[in-house]
């Protein structure tokens, strides 16, 4: 089992940055056998949608609707995902849920609310 517990969020303004933070909790060996992290949003009245991915092998995939703007990483040694989001717009506020992936198993975070004012 692996618990996720995000933080980072908040209110900003619009061009504005913020960095989510994930702590994985739990298992060494469910952690250390996790396929891929990633960071997905929803917004009031739309699905979750993924933001970016990590892969074990650190490889990285990002919604091209924040490409060029945000930024996945990963601490091993802290068991620690970030996501390093800049030039924010009114459009990414959403609560932000961090994702681990344990084929066929999904962990989710509880989620952190990021609002971007115009």
């Known amino acids: 089992q692996v618990r996720l517990v995000e933080s980072g969020g908040g209110l900003v303004q619009a061009g504005g940055s913020l960095r989510l933070s994930c702590a994985a909790f739990?298992?060494?060996?469910?952690?250390?056998?996790?396929?891929?992290w990633g960071w997905y949003r929803q917004a009031p009245g739309k699905q979750r949608e993924l933001v970016a991915t990590?892969?074990?092998?650190?490889?990285?995939n990002y919604a091209e609707s924040v490409k060029g703007r945000f930024t996945i990483s990963r601490d091993n040694a802290k068991n620690t995902q970030y996501l390093q989001m800049n030039s924010l717009k009114p459009e990414d506020t959403a609560v932000y849920y961090c994702?681990?992936?344990?084929?066929?198993?999904?962990?989710w975070g509880q989620g952190t609310q990021v609002t971007v004012s115009s």
């Open positions: 994702n681990a992936k344990l084929v066929p198993v999904d962990f």
């Open positions: 739990g298992s060494i060996l469910h952690i250390n056998a996790i396929n891929a």
């Open positions: 990590i892969a074990s092998g650190g490889s990285t």
